[in-house]
T-cell receptor
């Protein structure tokens, strides 16, 4: 079965410090990978997605970046954190197929446990 | 423009009662998918139900059903026989197109509190 794991679960960082959140997927190959951010009491905002190694698409311009050094590894980074970067970060994966029937074919996202970042 | 709209304020629901969560969406695609996720206080995102745009019947998954009205572009979630564990945020989401990128656009969520 497929699993997704992200870490760290909780992070408190000072303004201007770097950030690295890591996400790995097991039990599947060539997944689509995503980073979402959820500000307090808000919906999910797509930050980055990747359809393959080294292929990163950014949805929102910001001081964050993402990398996919391996097929099932997705990293969210920042060189200098801002107060506004505080939030709950969720990594997710999906299958590639689109069609009726199997859950992976619907485009369903499977989420990690989330990483709560507080920038002080 | 916002693609998924969830505007209901926080809701209190009596245990064992049914609750309907509203969701409207905006798309010009003919092929799309609609999802509902549950987010308890722990933060994890739990998939509840899926409706494809070409599905003729409303989706059902246990106590969850989706009232899909394509012409009105609405995909309301119905939770029957509410339980205390249903207290959570509920998010409606949409996947557009068939390009395989599977990006989901999420609404802002509905807060549900089930009271005994």
């Amino acid at each position: 079965s497929q699993t997704i794991h992200q870490w760290p679960a909780t992070l408190v960082q000072p303004v201007g410090s770097p950030l690295s959140l890591e996400c790995t997927v097991e039990g599947t190959s060539n997944p689509n990978l995503y980073w979402y951010r959820q500000a307090a009491g808000r919906g999910l905002q797509l930050l980055f997605y990747s359809v393959g190694i080294g292929q990163i698409s950014s949805e929102v311009p910001q001081n964050l970046s993402a990398s996919r050094p391996q097929d099932r590894q997705f990293i969210l980074s920042s060189k200098k954190l801002l107060l506004s970067d505080s939030g709950f970060y969720l990594c997710a994966w999906s299958g590639r197929g689109i069609g009726a029937g199997a859950r992976m074919d619907t485009g369903e996202l499977f989420f990690g446990e989330g990483s709560r970042l507080t920038v002080l | 423009a916002q693609k998924i709209t969830q505007t209901q304020p926080g809701m209190f629901v009596q245990e064992k009662e049914a609750v309907t969560l509203d969701c409207t969406y905006d798309t010009s695609d003919q092929s799309y998918g609609l999802f509902w996720y549950k987010q308890p206080s722990s933060g994890e995102m739990i998939f509840l139900i899926y409706q494809g745009s070409y599905d003729e019947q409303n989706a059902t998954e246990g106590r969850y059903s989706l009232n899909f009205q394509k012409a009105r572009k609405s995909a309301n979630l119905v939770i029957s026989a509410s339980q205390l564990g249903d207290s959570a945020m509920y998010f409606c989401a949409m996947r557009e197109g068939r390009d395989g990128n599977n990006r989901l656009a999420f609404g802002k969520g509905n807060q549900v509190v089930v009271i005994p």
